[in-house]
């Protein structure tokens, strides 16, 4: 089984960026752990903090990727291009959030993606990836 983590602009920057929303965890490190937790998966991790590259990486491993877990970042609050990737591709996709977008700013509580998406999972921190690979392998 093959699946690809998305993160999107500003993602880099985890376990420096408002550690009170986002932890203290670099995302790099976890992803290793990820990666030793599920050794039968092959997990692939790809961040950028433009559009356009997140949209090339979708298309490039859409069809042929069993699962795709995606953290656009502000983007999924805005983009109409990202949504409509995710709409060309075959590949399933999980839109994930660390924090609750939902207990937060009114303009985090629409996501352009989420209808594209097989479903959403928002505010279990980095754990939020994790029920997303666990969702993907169940489905
Ligand atoms: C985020 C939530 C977004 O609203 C925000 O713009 C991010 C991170 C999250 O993982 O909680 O960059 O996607």
Do not use: W
């Amino acid at each position: 089984m093959e699946i690809h983590i998305i993160n999107g602009p500003n993602l880099n920057l985890l376990g420096k960026r408002e550690p009170e929303i986002y932890g203290n965890q670099n995302f790099e490190v976890f992803f290793e752990s990820l990666k030793h937790q599920y050794p039968q998966i092959q997990l692939f991790y790809f961040q950028t903090n433009h559009e356009g590259e997140l949209i090339d990486y979708l298309h490039s491993h859409g069809f042929s990727a069993d699962g795709i877990v995606l953290n656009a970042g502000a983007y999924t609050h805005t983009s109409l291009a990202i949504a409509d990737a995710v709409r060309a591709i075959q590949t399933k996709v999980i839109e994930v959030h660390i924090s609750n977008v939902f207990a937060r700013e009114n303009y985090r509580h629409h996501s352009y993606l989420a209808t594209s998406c097989v479903g959403v999972i928002s505010g279990f921190g980095m754990h939020s990836y994790t029920l997303a690979i666990e969702a993907l392998m169940r489905i």
